[in-house]
RNA sequence: GGGCCGCUAGCUCAAUGGCAGAGCUGUGGACUUUUAAUCCAUAGGUUCGGGGUUCGAGUCCCCGGCGGCCCA
């Protein structure tokens, strides 16, 4: 516990605002009132009077409340700057002779900035043309004890992070983006209910590992005296509520891998999976692509974006579709196929300098190969199509040729936004692959999934023929906005400090 | 996991191994049209933590923490 006394080891500026708290309460004002006066928020006064010529007194009484960030104080006649949670900003005036003597010297010296203040006055312009709230009265809305960082030089990317609420107050652009996030969200589940697609909720905390490749985190359950994971997919549960007959079912959530964390990775982070009966991985290309150009009018008001930077991705159209083999023939400028034999992969890798694992099967070494070679040339969204059928144990194997499946992976900006399968619905095949997931597991590869009978039960009893799709919300926030994950993330998992 | 770089006042950053500084912020004062206001005065430090070398360490060495970049 503090002691009762902690003011003695604050910086000075902590304890000069405590102090001003202190003689508020001394005068009877209370610092952190229940409520204050607001008849209009600051873009409303801002829209209102949007033509009010210079120098010029409306005669309209308003009440405004907002976070103080400038401070211009004269002797009779004190500027401030007040920010209003949508970051619009409102100048405020306070003269000696609208709020007399007593006020105007409490406003200097028992206000800070990064205060919020409340202001009752008239809406006027100044002489320099300036809309501005000129007070009759003021009033302490809640009294900020820390001091705020130096508005005009930016804050460390660490700070940004770990105290996002100071970086939400000082920079627009970081409640741009919560904005941004929030409209991307909401277009995504716009457009899958247009399609009458559902939205449901599956298990977060599940008996068993599964639905994808990667490391889970664990935790305990008191009640049922067991192990459980925190999901790293919700496709085996998506899929049998296809089964039961919900024919278009999605699921906004959170997935969690317990990875590493960098400047694409999260250990948690937002997914949208869809599944479509009587669908496969054509129909989710087309609707994939016009959920994200819907995404990107919602929050671009176009197809092109234009990303924080100033750098623009177009968006628009029809996106180009290539093959995995057919790119990566491309880029070695030599034919190569799923049946390409490993010795001549082996060669190229050499010649290119990727360090092979021998564990790695022919269709891992040829996706390594396109990963290495083919994705940072990826930078206009484009489809990468037909995968070799060892990395991809969920989906159905391709309709015409032998070894590859009808899966995809969209990629943008140099990195994978999406992927979609045909689904693998047979459930004797699926147990095959699954077995051999399971004794992977077993051998102790930590990314290898259980085997989850309950999930082949449900296959049994049959599932259509379903398209289904992945893809990462915090990664389509970077493509759209080309921030970083962590910027994306309001509050991202940071090591303790 | 490996390599490199960084951590100094509330914030952003300086400081050949030799008195730890600036700008903004804060405090006191002047100013009734400022808007990153201006002017005068002034306060503010466990230099990330621990150990070592040295007459002397923010600076050099070792260990650890946190962060960034590059590589695997």
């Known amino acids: 516990m503090p002691a009762t006394d902690p003011a003695e080891d604050l910086p000075e500026q902590m304890r000069v605002r405590r102090s001003k708290r202190e003689r508020l309460l001394a005068e009877g004002v209370p610092p952190y009132p229940v409520n204050l006066p607001r008849t209009a928020s600051l873009s409303e006064v801002r829209e209102k009077y949007a033509e009010l010529p210079t120098d010029t007194a409306s005669g309209d009484r308003v009440a405004i409340t907002g976070r103080l960030i400038f401070i211009r104080n004269g002797g009779k006649l004190c500027f401030a700057t007040l920010r209003d949670g949508d970051g619009t900003e409102l100048q405020v005036m306070l003269s000696l002779d609208k709020v007399g003597e007593q006020a105007l010297a409490d406003w200097k010296h028992l206000v800070d900035l990064g205060d919020l203040v409340g202001i009752e006055g008239e809406v006027i ?6 809309l501005s709230v000129l007070a009759d009265t003021w009033a302490m809305s809640a009294k900020a004890l820390r001091p705020l960082p130096v508005a005009h030089k930016p804050l460390s990317e660490e700070t940004r992070i770990r105290q996002r609420y100071v970086d939400l107050i000082v920079r627009p652009q970081a409640r741009e983006t919560v904005r941004a996030r ?3 969200v909401r277009s995504l589940r716009e457009s899958l209910f247009r399609r009458n697609f559902l939205e449901v909720e599956t298990p977060m905390l599940q008996l068993l590992h599964g639905g994808a490749a990667a490391r889970p985190f664990v935790t305990h359950s008191n009640a049922l005296d067991t192990d459980l994971y925190l999901r790293i997919a919700p496709e085996l549960f998506l899929k049998r509520a296809v089964v039961g007959g919900i024919e278009r079912v999605f699921e906004i959530n959170r997935n969690f891998r317990n990875e590493g964390m960098d400047s694409s990775h999260s250990p948690e982070f937002a997914m949208l999976e869809a599944y479509q009966a009587y669908a496969d991985y054509n129909v989710m290309q087309q609707q994939v692509q016009e959920w994200i150009q819907e995404a990107a009018f919602a929050v671009a008001g176009s ?16 996106w180009p579709a290539v093959t995995l083999f057919g790119s990566l023939s491309e880029a070695l400028g030599e034919e190569v196929t799923v049946t390409t034999d490993r010795a001549q992969l082996a060669g190229y890798a050499e010649k290119h300098d990727l360090s092979v694992d021998p564990k790695w099967s022919n269709g891992k070494l040829a996706e390594e190969l396109f990963e290495h070679l083919v994705v940072p040339s990826l930078q206009r969204p484009t489809f990468v199509r037909d995968y070799p059928e060892e990395t991809a ?5 391709h309709r015409e040729t032998p070894g590859l499946t009808e899966k995809w992976d969209l990629y943008v900006s140099g990195f994978e936004l999406a992927t979609a399968y045909s689904e693998l619905v047979d459930p004797v095949v699926q147990r095959e692959r699954l077995v051999a997931q399971s004794l992977l597991a077993a051998g102790g590869d930590p990314e290898a999934m259980q085997l989850d009978e309950d999930f082949l039960r449900a296959m049994e009893y049959g599932m259509p023929p379903t398209g289904g799709m992945g893809m990462g919300i915090d990664r389509l926030l970077m493509a759209l906005t080309g921030l970083g994950i962590r910027e994306t993330i309001l509050f991202p998992l940071v090591r303790p400090e």
Request: hydrophobic residues 30%.
């Open 393 to 397: 144990p969920l989906t159905r194997a």
């Open 182 to 184: 929030a409209t991307v």
């Open 125 to 130: 312009t100044s002489r320099r043309g300036e």
């Open 303 to 318: 197809h092109v974006v234009t990303h924080f930077d100033g750098t623009e991705l177009d968006l628009s159209g029809q």
